[in-house]
């Protein structure tokens, strides 16, 4: 994982995850941390300020194939889906487990959640939309 400064095109950091591969990566727009999942089942959270993830939280049985943070709820809730068929919510406030929990139909799933705070969960050649 490298930051970058954006004005010079400057390397600020690089950090080693030493979890492999990462599939899938996205920004919490409230506090800029940055949610990677990796092909191990784990999801990190980093900053740049931090040599290690800030978080480490096994979320999945196998890769996780997507991440996405709710940016209506303030960054408060971020869902997860790996390919072992199963889609998750977590709150990031404590990390005491999945506040819900569900298997994709269609295989593994593409994740985002809207402004309004609606998720939406793409599958095999579909798409449903969960409301908040």
Partial sequence: LKYQDTSTGQLVVEHRTKLGACHTM??????????????NGTVTL????LPHPAVRLLAHLGPVSSVSVDPSSGGR????????GTVKVWDCR?????????????????????????????TGGSVNVRSP
């Avoid at 980093?46 to 300020?49: G, L, Y």
């Avoid at 402004?115 to 939406?120: I, S």
């Fill in 77 to 84: 809730y971020m869902a997860t889906s790996g390919e072992d």
């Fill in 26 to 39: 996205c920004q919490n727009p409230h506090n800029a941390v940055i949610h990677l999942g990796h092909q």
């Fill in 94 to 122: 404590n990390w005491k487990g999945a506040v819900r929990t569900w298997n994709a139909r269609g295989g593994t799933a593409v994740l985002d959640w809207s402004q309004k705070g609606a998720l939406g969960v793409a």
């Fill in 46 to 49: 980093w900053t740049p300020n």
